[in-house]
């Protein structure tokens, strides 16, 4: 089955500060993909990436950045961290010969801007 | 532009009850649809799949049936249980790998 892990799983930061979100699959996967979940709004993607140095603009992309260093790893960046950023983010990862782009979903990290 | 509708936001019901979870879609490209299952504190899992037109899949004793016609792939149960409870998923293929979501249906089922 899938793995696809998130660190860290919870973070608390201050308004204005840097924050890193990491993802890492070993399903050889090639897309990843960020999401962000709120009550109301579903899973709304903010970035995703088909391999190691692609970046694709997602749905919902201000006030985030990203960078796929390795086919493994997806890194999700808040720069100047804001309140409207506290969410529930969560990795994914699907492979292109897979029927449909089926996602697999990493655990998530819970994210709180004071 | 493409997009997932699920109608109900809250759906409540008794155990042993029957559920049916809508979900209509509209996507440019021939569609590959899905349902995800969200448990509490768990990450999304895929619960459906389909691309095929008038054929019931089934897993884990929910099924759903796409129809292209209507632009419909509703989720069903006969008999709900107490761990059904969880927020449901609909979610579309749109482009370049991507997958369109639903705003989601949360399923709460009483004793």
């Known amino acids: 089955e899938a793995a696809v892990t998130q660190s860290p799983r919870n973070k608390v930061t201050v308004t204005g500060g840097n924050v890193t979100l990491s993802c890492r699959q070993t399903?050889?996967?090639?897309?990843m993909y960020w999401y962000r979940q709120d009550t109301g709004h579903g899973l709304r993607l903010i970035h995703y990436?088909?391999?190691?140095?692609?970046?694709q603009i997602g749905d919902v992309p201000d006030g985030y950045k990203a960078t796929r260093t390795t086919q493994e790893d997806f890194f999700l960046l808040l720069e100047l961290a804001s309140p409207s950023q506290t969410s529930l983010y969560f990795c994914?990862?699907?492979?292109?010969?897979?029927?449909?782009?089926?996602?697999?979903f990493g655990p998530g990290t819970r994210l709180t801007v004071l | 532009g493409d997009s997932v509708t699920q109608t109900e936001g809250l759906v409540t019901l008794t155990k042993g009850l029957p559920v049916m979870l809508n979900c209509t879609y509209q996507t440019t490209y021939s569609p590959f649809l899905f349902w995800y299952v969200q448990h509490l504190n768990e990450a999304p899992k895929l619960l459906l799949k389909s691309s095929t037109d008038n054929k019931r899949t089934e897993h884990q004793g929910f099924y759903a049936t796409l129809h292209k016609s209507s632009s419909s792939f509703h989720l069903q149960k006969s008999s709900v249980q107490l761990s059904d409870s969880a927020l449901y998923f609909c979610a579309s293929y749109y482009n370049q790998g991507k997958l369109i979501f639903g705003q989601g249906t949360k399923l709460s089922i009483k004793p």
């Open positions: 399903n050889s996967h090639n897309y």
């Open positions: 990436s088909y391999g190691a140095g692609n970046l």
């Open positions: 994914a990862s699907s492979d292109a010969r897979d029927w449909g782009y089926e996602q697999y």
